[in-house]
Every structure is written in C-alpha cells, then in structure tokens.
C-alpha cells in the first residue's frame, strides 16, 4: 500500500478504505523526519551560533543548547505529524457527514497521502548536507536552498515571509491533491469540496507553522 500511494493511489485508497491501516504510513514518515532532522542539524547548529536567539539561548549557552534544540525540533515533528492528522481525519469527516464512526478511516487516509511530502522534506534535508553548512547565513537562504517552493519568489531574506511561502512545495502539493482525491474515492465528497478542504488545510498548516516558529 505504501509504495501503491505513489503509483497507483487508486489502488491504495481502495486498501485504506478496507484496512484503515496507518501505523506503516507512521513509522516511514517518522524514520523520514528524523533521518531528515539529523541531515539539517548541522546547518541549524550554524545558524543558532550566528543567531543564538533561534535556539533560545544566549551566545554561551550555544554548545549547550543546540542539542536541544534538535531534540525539541524532533519532538515538535512528531506531535504535530499527528495533530495535523488528527486535525485533517476531523475536517474530512465533517466533510463528508459519515460521523465519527469513519474518523479512524481519514486518519489512515491522512497518514498514508502524507508519504510524499515525507519524502520531499527529506530530499530537501538531504540536498542541505550535500553543502558545507557554513554556506548558510540565514533561514531564509535555508529554505531557498531547494528551489521547489515559492520562496524563491521572496528574493528578501525575511525570514518569516521566506519560511510561510517554503511550506507550499510541490512533493506538498502532490500530498494535497492525493487527500483530496482519496476524500472524494472514499467518502463520495464532490472534487471541489475536496480540494477545498484539502488546501485550506494546507494553508492553515502553513500559517501555524510559521507563526509558532517565531
């Protein structure tokens, strides 16, 4: 089923809506984010000494906080991996007015089509540790490294403008239009509606993304 969400996500929505089986869709989407982490500590670890404030801390306190700062960006992946799940298993539900009974149904759904904006924020770690991490003035130089969002867009380092507009990505929107077609296999929802939900979901996670970070 994992593999079938990238080649054949009919068949893939047909074993979620039989199995509701998140639990594989958790552990590589997990394995993803922390393998991912550890490819961008490096440069993060960088940045927190340019930028002490991004780690909490002040300048002594560097060497001492950047693990856990590093800590905290895993545990913070983790939690809010699954709040958004929670979160889109709720609005899809409501969506579709199937009851509480089908929630556990979009959970799985959610999990399942989170796989390929798995993969693009590892590809984008992945591109990071590729280059000395010492390249890296800032965030936003940071989230322009991968031109696959619409940072590259923003040509000022604004870090909080640079960091809201890196959310929409393209393995981002493939994981968009992936919930919105599964919502509309599973649940009978008309397409607009699903897309409708599924990108104001999108955003709404972009915004909380980028207003907690700061």
Same mark, same amino acid.
């Given at each position: 089923?994992?593999?079938?969400?990238?080649?054949?996500?009919?068949? %893939?929505? #047909?074993?979620?809506? $039989?199995?509701? =089986?998140? /639990?594989?869709? @958790? *552990?590589?989407?997990? +394995?993803?984010?922390?393998?991912?982490?550890?490819?961008?500590?490096?440069?993060?670890?960088?940045?927190?000494?340019?930028?002490?404030?991004?780690?909490?801390?002040?300048?002594?306190?560097?060497?001492?906080?950047?693990?856990?700062?590093?800590?905290?960006?895993?545990?913070?992946?983790?939690?809010?991996?699954?709040?958004?799940?929670?979160?889109?298993?709720?609005?899809?539900?409501?969506?579709?007015?199937?009851?509480?009974?089908?929630?556990?149904?979009?959970? %799985?759904? #959610?999990?399942?089509? $989170?796989?390929? =904006?798995? /993969?693009?924020? @590892? *590809?984008?770690?992945? +591109?990071?540790?590729?280059?000395?991490?010492?390249?890296?003035?800032?965030?936003?130089q940071l989230n322009r490294a991968v031109p696959d969002n619409l940072a590259v867009f923003e040509a000022h380092d604004k870090d909080r403008a640079?960091?809201?507009?890196?959310?929409?990505?393209?393995?981002?929107?493939?994981?968009?239009?992936?919930?919105?077609?599964?919502?509309?296999?599973?649940?009978?929802?008309?397409?607009?509606w699903a897309l409708i939900a599924a990108f104001s979901l999108w955003l709404a996670y972009a915004l909380l993304q980028t207003f907690s970070t700061?």
């Open positions: 089923m994992l593999a079938d969400i990238f080649v054949a996500p009919s068949r %893939a929505y #047909a074993t979620i809506a $039989a199995t509701r =089986a998140w /639990l594989p869709a @958790f *552990i590589v989407v997990m +394995v993803l984010t922390v393998t991912g982490a550890l490819l961008l500590a490096p440069a993060l670890e960088h940045l927190i000494t340019i930028d002490p404030t991004l780690a909490g801390s002040s300048p002594a306190d560097v060497k001492t906080m950047t693990g856990h700062a590093v800590a905290d960006f895993l545990q913070s992946q983790v939690i809010g991996t699954l709040v958004l799940w929670l979160w889109t298993a709720a609005v899809m539900t409501t969506l579709a007015r199937t009851g509480p009974r089908t929630f556990g149904l979009y959970f %799985a759904l #959610a999990a399942n089509t $989170a796989l390929p =904006a798995a /993969l693009g924020n @590892f *590809i984008f770690a992945l +591109v990071i540790s590729l280059h000395d991490p010492h390249t890296y003035a800032n965030l936003s640079v960091g809201f507009l890196a959310s929409f990505d393209l393995f981002t929107l493939w994981t968009t239009l992936l919930l919105a077609f599964g919502v509309r296999a599973i649940g009978n929802v008309r397409l607009l700061f």
